[in-house]
Every structure is written in structure tokens, then in C-alpha cells.
């Protein structure tokens, strides 16, 4: 009767399987980019893109994974953990999914905290009428693998109000569940 000890090839040979199954699974756990070149034209792909390359997503890991969505204390709106990194600092805060807000916002403090660059003033309207806010642009926002550079959000003057607006979540193909948010179709 063959055993492993008195045929140590086929122990090394089983050892051998098993690291090359554990090396694809790591490599399946790899970075995708997206970025534009200088033609305008998009790329996807699992390679790191060229220096001079504007990255605007990357999400770890071959596909997004569902983000799950927590209900605020009134159980009327959902939230979502969204990492934030600025000039400053970075902080992972709770925002509001409002598929009916056109651009994401944070308020003052949150933006002086992590540190946005402002870029202009402008006008914008919503449900509760209009009102005037910063267009800043600096922060990386990462919802779960999914990492948005080249944010452009706006700055409002309502202390705590923070909303994940369809920007974001169209630029990511992300949807909105019943208990989280998923990818659409990529």
C-alpha cells in the first residue's frame, strides 16, 4: 500500500495544488481601474493604468460586493458608510441615500475637517427651495471596494446633512435595494 510518507512526491505534488489554487484565489482579489486617456477614451482594466493617467474608479476585488444599508433612528431614510479622504484627513461617515438629489453634499465642517479644495459658488434647487453652496472638488469617496477619484460634490450650510446624490451612485452603476446598495451591471 503506497502512503505519503513512502511516496513524499505525491504529497509535494498535492502541496503544489493547493498553492496554486490559494495563488488564484489572491489573484482574484486584485484592483480594477477605469480612467480616460488623453483621446478621451475610456479603459477598464486589472493592470495598473500609466503615471500621467486620470484614475476615477478602482474597486478592489473582481466585483463589487453589496454595501449594507443601515436606517437612521426615524427609520425614514437609509445610510450608508462612505469613507472620505481629503487634503486633511479621512473619515468614514454615514450618509444619506437620496436617489432624488442630483449631487452628493456634505456639510462645512465635514469638508473643513478632511480638507476639500473649493473650486465656485453656485445656486442650486431642491425640494426645500434654493440656496447656495461650494462646489469642492478632493475628496476620494469609497463606498465598500468601490473607490471614486475626481470627486466634485457641493459644501451646504445645513450642519449634519450628508447625501450620497445619483452622481456618485451613477458613476459607480450602483443601485439601491431593500437592504443594500449593489452593483447594476458591471
Given amino acids: 500500500m503506497e502512503t505519503p510518507a513512502t511516496h ?4 509535494v505534488g498535492a502541496l503544489a ?3 496554486l489554487f490559494a495563488a488564484t484565489y489572491a489573484d482574484g482579489q486584485t484592483r480594477l481601474y477605469q480612467w480616460k486617456d488623453a483621446n478621451g477614451v475610456a479603459h477598464f482594466s486589472n493592470t495598473a493604468p500609466p503615471a500621467d ?3 476615477t474608479v478602482t474597486t478592489t476585488g473582481t ?3 453589496p454595501v449594507p444599508l443601515e436606517s437612521d433612528p426615524t427609520r425614514t431614510r437609509k445610510l450608508v458608510k462612505v469613507a472620505l479622504k481629503g487634503s ?4 468614514e461617515v454615514p450618509m444619506i441615500v437620496d436617489t432624488g438629489a442630483q449631487v452628493t453634499m456634505i ?17 442650486v434647487g431642491g425640494v426645500t427651495g434654493m440656496g447656495r453652496v461650494a462646489r469642492v472638488e ?3 469617496l469609497r463606498i465598500g471596494n468601490a473607490e471614486l477619484k475626481d470627486v466634485s ?6 450642519r449634519g446633512l450628508r447625501l450620497l446624490g445619483m452622481d456618485v451612485l451613477s458613476r459607480l452603476d450602483l443601485t439601491v435595494g431593500q437592504d443594500s446598495l449593489y452593483r447594476s451591471s458591471r
Avoid at 8 to 11: D, E, G, M, V
Avoid at 88 to 91: G, H, P, V
Avoid at 153 to 158: D, K, L, N, P, R
Wanted: net charge negative; charged share 25%.
Fill in 63 to 65: 466585483e463589487f460586493r
Fill in 17 to 19: 495544488i493547493l498553492l
Fill in 8 to 11: 513524499p512526491f505525491r504529497l
Fill in 53 to 55: 493617467a486620470k484614475v
Fill in 107 to 123: 456639510d462645512q465642517e465635514l469638508a473643513e475637517h478632511i480638507g476639500v479644495h473649493w473650486m465656485r459658488d453656485e445656486m
Fill in 138 to 140: 478632493g475628496p476620494v
Fill in 153 to 158: 460634490i457641493v459644501v451646504g450650510t445645513a
Fill in 88 to 91: 486633511r484627513q479621512s473619515l
